[in-house]
């Protein structure tokens, strides 16, 4: 059973850094890409990061680009998301999602809030 478990999220001031966790169990988690994915109040949920299996290439949002950087530990079946100098439209629940078996598998999400 596939289980992917977020932690990090919290409230942050404008330009402040927040480090995501996603630890993943139930399948070979080196084997799979692994993305984030961030959902507002509102709006549709939203790609901000993918990694590949191997942590060789990443792909970003625009929206994103040169603050967060996706990064993963396979020895300790956790992909990470750093983001840095943040801003209050980056306030979200931040998912973490794998696809496998042609269907995917999401985490119950980390509320990040970005405000003064």
């Known amino acids: 059973q596939v289980q992917l478990v977020e932690s990090g999220g919290g409230l942050v001031q404008p330009g402040g850094s927040l480090r995501l966790s996603c630890a993943a169990s139930?399948?070979?988690?080196?084997?799979?890409?692994m993305s984030w994915y961030r959902q507002a109040p509102g709006k549709e949920r939203e790609l901000v990061a993918s990694?590949?299996?191997?942590?060789?290439?990443?792909n970003y949002a625009d929206s994103v680009k040169g603050r967060f950087t996706i990064s993963r530990e396979n020895a300790k079946n956790t992909v990470y998301l750093q983001m840095n100098s943040l801003k209050p439209e980056d306030t979200a629940v931040y998912y973490c999602?794998?696809?496998?078996?042609?269907?995917?598998?999401w985490g119950q999400g980390t509320q990040v809030t970005v405000s003064s």
């Open positions: 999602k794998v696809f496998r078996a042609y269907s995917s598998s």
């Open positions: 139930g399948f070979t988690f080196s084997s799979y890409a």
């Open positions: 990694i590949t299996s191997a942590g060789r290439s990443t």
